[in-house]
C-alpha cells in the first residue's frame, strides 16, 4: 500500500479486495462501493459503443480505428480479464489473445477500419490534418457498426470516444446518416471505459499485425513510433526500395519525413542496400 501527497493510495496484493471491502472503505471512507457498481453507477452497464485508434503517432504501418458494442452481460463477462488500454498492455501476444477474447464474446460486435499507408497520406493531402482523418475514421466505424443494429441487442443508447480535437464538433461533423442518430460523447481518457479499452484493443492488433505484413512484404524491419531509430529505419528502406516507396509505408507528414528531404536522398543512396 502506498499513500501520495497528492491524496491518492495504491493497494495492490494478496489480499487487496479484502482489505478494501472491510477496513478502507467502511472505517476510512465511510462508504461502500466495491461490489455495488451495479447499483451506485447504474449507466456502466448501458449498451453502447465504444471507439479508438491505433497507429496515430505511428511514423511506419497504417492507422487503424476500431469500434465495440457492448452491453450488461458482455461487460460482466469481461469484468476480469484484464482488458484495459492497449497502452498498459506491453505484450502484444496478450494483446492479439484479447482481441481474440473480445471478438468471441457472445453478443459483441465488433469492427476495424485500417487505413492503409497510401490511403492515409491521400486523405491527409485532401483534408488537411490528423484530426479530420480520425473524425472520419471515427465516424467512419460508428456506421458501419450501427449498419448491424440489428446484432445488438438492446441496441447502443451512446457512442464513446477519446476527446482528439479541440473541438467536439470535429467528429460530430463527420457522422453519416445513421452516426447522427446515436449520442456521441467525447471526453479525455475515455479508455477508462471498458468498450473504449476493447476498441483499442481491437485497434492496435490490427495495427501490429499489419506493420508485420509491411516488415516481410519489404525484408525490414519498421520501429514504432517516432524515434531515431525510425528515421534510419526510413534511410534503409530508401537504400533499399527507393525514394518514391516511402509512402508505401510511412505516412508523409510526419517530421521523419521531412528529414528525408532530397539532400537527405543522395546520403541516403551511398549507402546502398543492406
Same mark, same amino acid.
Given at each position: &500500500?502506498?499513500?501520495y501527497?497528492?491524496?491518492k493510495?495504491?493497494?495492490?496484493g494478496?489480499?487487496?479486495?479484502?482489505?478494501?471491502?472491510?477496513?478502507?472503505?467502511p472505517?476510512?471512507?465511510?462508504?461502500?462501493?466495491?461490489g455495488y457498481?451495479?447499483?451506485?453507477k447504474?449507466? &456502466?452497464?448501458?449498451?453502447?459503443?465504444?471507439?479508438?485508434?491505433?497507429?496515430?503517432?505511428?511514423?511506419?504501418?497504417?492507422?487503424?480505428?476500431?469500434?465495440?458494442y457492448?452491453n450488461a452481460?458482455?461487460?460482466?463477462?469481461?469484468?476480469d480479464?484484464?482488458?484495459?488500454d492497449?497502452?498498459?498492455?506491453?505484450?502484444?501476444?496478450k494483446?492479439?489473445?484479447?482481441?481474440?477474447?473480445?471478438?468471441k #464474446?457472445?453478443?459483441?460486435?465488433?469492427t476495424?477500419v485500417?487505413?492503409?499507408?497510401? +490511403?492515409y497520406?491521400?486523405?491527409?493531402?485532401?483534408?488537411?490534418?490528423?484530426?479530420?482523418?480520425?473524425?472520419?475514421?471515427? +465516424?467512419?466505424?460508428?456506421?458501419?457498426?450501427?449498419?448491424?443494429?440489428?446484432? &445488438?441487442? *438492446? *441496441? *447502443?443508447?451512446?457512442?464513446?470516444?477519446?476527446?482528439?480535437?479541440a473541438?467536439?464538433?470535429?467528429?460530430?461533423?463527420a457522422?453519416m446518416?445513421?452516426?447522427k442518430?446515436i449520442?456521441?460523447?467525447?471526453?479525455h481518457?475515455?479508455?477508462?471505459d471498458l468498450?473504449v479499452?476493447?476498441?483499442?484493443?481491437?485497434?492496435?492488433?490490427?495495427?501490429?499485425?499489419?506493420l508485420?505484413?509491411?516488415e516481410?512484404?519489404?525484408?525490414?524491419?519498421?520501429p514504432?513510433?517516432a524515434?531515431?531509430?525510425?528515421?534510419q529505419?526510413?534511410?534503409?528502406f530508401?537504400?533499399?526500395?527507393?525514394f518514391g516507396?516511402?509512402?508505401?509505408?510511412?505516412?508523409?507528414?510526419?517530421?521523419?519525413?521531412l528529414?528525408l #528531404?532530397? *539532400?537527405?536522398?543522395?546520403?541516403?543512396?551511398?549507402?546502398?542496400?543492406?
Open positions: &500500500m502506498v499513500f501527497e497528492s491524496g493510495l495504491v493497494v495492490q494478496k489480499g487487496t479486495q479484502e482489505f478494501v471491502e472491510f477496513v478502507l472503505e472505517e476510512i471512507l465511510k462508504q461502500a462501493e466495491l457498481e451495479a447499483v451506485l447504474p449507466e &456502466m452497464f448501458d449498451p453502447r459503443l465504444g471507439v479508438d485508434e491505433s497507429g496515430k503517432g505511428d511514423f511506419f504501418g497504417p492507422l487503424c480505428v476500431a469500434g465495440v457492448v452481460a458482455i461487460l460482466k463477462a469481461w469484468a480479464l484484464g482488458i484495459r492497449s497502452k498498459n498492455i506491453g505484450s502484444n501476444k494483446i492479439a489473445e484479447l482481441a481474440g477474447t473480445i471478438q #464474446t457472445p453478443g459483441c460486435v465488433a476495424v485500417p487505413i492503409g499507408n497510401e +490511403a497520406n491521400r486523405l491527409h493531402a485532401k483534408l488537411g490534418t490528423v484530426n479530420a482523418i480520425l473524425a472520419w475514421g471515427h +465516424a467512419r466505424v460508428i456506421e458501419n457498426l450501427l449498419e448491424r443494429e440489428s446484432a &445488438m441487442r *438492446p *441496441p *447502443p443508447i451512446r457512442a464513446i470516444s477519446d476527446q482528439f480535437a473541438n467536439k464538433a470535429t467528429v460530430a461533423r457522422l446518416s445513421r452516426g442518430q449520442e456521441l460523447v467525447q471526453r481518457k475515455a479508455e477508462e468498450a479499452a476493447a476498441a483499442s484493443i481491437l485497434a492496435r492488433d490490427e495495427f501490429v499485425t499489419r508485420a505484413v509491411l516481410k512484404q519489404y525484408g525490414l524491419s519498421l514504432k513510433g524515434s531515431a531509430a525510425v528515421d529505419a526510413a534511410r534503409s530508401i537504400a533499399r526500395h527507393g516507396s516511402i509512402g508505401k509505408v510511412a505516412k508523409l507528414h510526419f517530421r521523419n519525413a528529414r #528531404t532530397e *539532400p537527405a536522398k543522395e546520403k541516403v543512396e551511398d549507402l546502398g542496400a543492406e
